[in-house]
């Protein structure tokens, strides 16, 4: 069966070497499932159809089987009756009988041989799709783990390198620029100062003065 070949080819070849090929691992490892579920699907009714032929064969050595014994007490019977003849003709079938069931005995252990083998095969193939289905868990584990690990490695390739950084040092040099502006601005204010401000700071000036000297009339006035 093309089935049993498939089978053996599936776990003859080395996974890796299938995903190497394969655009997708984990849709490719379950599509190789869907595949053997196929193949496993097709078997059990192979062995259905075996099983069926080794139950006819079976039955058939039965009723073979009742029929003769039932002549041979038949036969037995006339002979206590005294009519060998109903007796003679009662054993001429047993014989008819025991024919059919030596060769419908021989067809059953032929069938029975070949749906044990199917059995066994089955399960075979059963137990194979088990062990690759646990190693698929496996093998999309590890693959997923490697997409993060792939995303996080160009991620982090370009992490702090290239743009950000230029950007940050774009950024410094303009938060310096601007500095240097407001001092350049602030400076340009005091060297830009109007006549009206001069007099103002004077006007400020003489007020401190002239409180000052009240004070200082105050103590005079004190030590006299």
Do not use: C, W
């Amino acid at each position: 069966m093309g089935i049993f070949k498939r089978l053996r080819d599936m776990t003859m070849a080395s996974i890796n070497d299938l995903l190497d090929k394969a655009e997708d691992p984990i849709k490719m490892l379950n599509q190789y499932l869907r595949d053997m579920q196929d193949d496993i699907q097709d078997a059990e009714i192979a062995v259905a159809k075996q099983i069926a032929i080794e139950k006819k064969f079976k039955q058939q050595k039965e009723e073979a089987a009742e029929m003769v014994d039932k002549r041979a007490q038949q036969a037995m019977t006339a002979l206590e009756q005294g009519n060998e003849d109903l007796a003679r003709r009662a054993l001429q079938d047993k014989k008819e009988h025991q024919a059919r069931l030596d060769e419908m005995t021989r067809q059953y252990d032929i069938a029975k041989a070949n749906a044990d083998q199917l059995r066994a095969q089955l399960q075979e193939m059963k137990d194979e799709f088990t062990k690759m289905k646990n190693k698929k868990d496996l093998l999309v584990a590890r693959a997923e783990a490697a997409k993060a690990q792939k995303s996080i490695n160009q991620a982090m390739s370009g992490f702090g390198k290239d743009n950000a950084a230029k950007g940050f040092d774009r950024m410094s040099e303009k938060v310096m620029q601007l500095e240097a502006e407001a001092e350049a601005s602030k400076e340009l204010r005091s060297e830009s100062k109007s006549l009206d401000d001069e007099f103002a700071s004077l006007k400020t000036n003489d007020g401190i003065d002239d409180e000052l000297a009240a004070l200082k009339a105050q103590l005079a006035a004190k030590k006299q």
